[in-house]
């Protein structure tokens, strides 16, 4: 089984800083690639930040210059630190990994994982 689970969420007010935190956890052989993603009321979920193997990352547009992903490879985890912050960016933030796992022959293909979200609050 793999878990995957976010913290660091809460409410901070406009021009301030989160950083959340992304642990995986379980039958783990590599993480290719964690993202983060984020889902407003009404609104669909959308990428905020993509951090792959080879430590490039990818960022959204509306976040460019204010957020940055990282990566602890060793422990299995990945980091938003948020500065900054705007109303806008009011949301449930998701934890994704992009990893293979163990098998009885070897190791399995790569596919998605989820964390539970962790709610993020901006007040004007």
């Known amino acids: 089984q793999v878990q995957l689970v976010e913290s660091g969420g809460g409410l901070v007010q406009a021009g301030g800083s989160l950083r959340l935190s992304c642990s995986a956890s379980g039958n783990i052989f590599t993480i290719n690639a964690m993202a983060w993603y984020r889902q407003a009321p009404g609104i669909q979920r959308e990428l905020v930040a993509v951090?792959?193997?080879?430590?490039?990352?990818t960022y959204a547009d509306f976040v460019k210059g204010r957020f940055t992903i990282s990566r602890d490879i060793a422990q299995n985890t990945a980091y938003l630190q948020m500065n900054s912050l705007k109303p806008e960016d009011t949301a449930v933030y998701y934890c994704?990994?992009?990893?293979?796992?163990?098998?009885?022959?070897?190791?399995?293909?790569?596919?998605?994982?989820w964390g539970q979200g962790t709610q993020v609050t901006v007040a004007a």
């Open positions: 951090i792959r193997s080879g430590i490039s990352t």
């Open positions: 994704q990994a992009n990893l293979s796992q163990r098998t009885a022959s070897g190791v399995s293909p790569r596919r998605n994982y």
